[in-house]
């Protein structure tokens, strides 16, 4: 019988053995690390595209709601819903009811906007845009602005303005598209609109 401690036939083999299994486990690391590189961003637009959808839902939701007089400051608030944001940082904007970047440059002041009523756009720094629809009846959108009162009303309304122009009748959440944003049901001259309260 031999002695366990004395026995080094195999102690040859060990080094090379090592060499062996840290090489195969390198190349499963490497192709691991390939897969994840292109899976990412299919990963991400999906991510992108279920957040738009959920957003478009909830938007949808309150369309048949109740709409507060936005120049009746004793109204109740109108039907309300939360978006909730957290895209990656590959995404420049997300606007509701406007293109403000028609050629896709990523400066949104140099060109003229253009209304897209039931229309969700999320545009990526590469320039690339996708589009969400919203069914149904046209949808308007317009900012609000919380006046000396705190009550919100639309922005145009603040300025006495009877006529909307674009920059008041558009919605855009620029770079970095993160976290809660509140929009409300409101009526402003026998219109309604879905306000945008951030």
């Known amino acids: 019988m031999k002695n366990i401690i004395s026995d080094t036939e195999a102690a040859d083999t ?3 053995k090592l060499v062996v299994y840290l090489a195969l486990l390198a190349a499963v690391v490497v192709l691991l690390a390939q897969a994840w590189s292109i899976a990412s961003p299919a990963l991400q637009d999906a991510e992108i595209k279920a957040q738009a959808e959920t957003a478009s839902l909830s938007l949808l939701s309150i369309q048949g709601g ?17 978006l909730k944001f957290s895209l990656p940082p590959s995404v420049r904007y997300v606007s509701f009811g406007v293109d403000p970047d028609q050629e896709c440059n990523g400066n949104l002041t140099d060109s003229e906007w253009v209304i897209e009523n039931n229309t969700l ?8 845009k996708k589009r969400v629809f919203l069914e149904g009846a046209p949808i308007h959108f317009i ?19 009877e006529t909307l122009d674009l920059q008041n009748t558009s919605v855009i959440i620029e770079y970095p598209v993160s976290g809660e944003f509140l929009f409300e049901m409101v009526t402003h001259n026998g219109t309604r609109y879905t306000m945008a309260r951030f």
Request: charged share 25%; hydrophobic share 25%; net charge negative.
């Open 14 to 16: 060990i080094p090379l």
């Open 66 to 82: 109740y709409a507060r007089n936005s120049e009746d400051r004793y109204n109740p608030e109108g039907s309300m819903c939360t």
């Open 121 to 128: 756009i999320c545009q990526y720094k590469n320039g690339v």
């Open 143 to 161: 900012k609000g602005i919380e006046n000396s009162e705190g009550i919100w009303i639309p922005a145009a309304s603040q300025e006495g303005d």
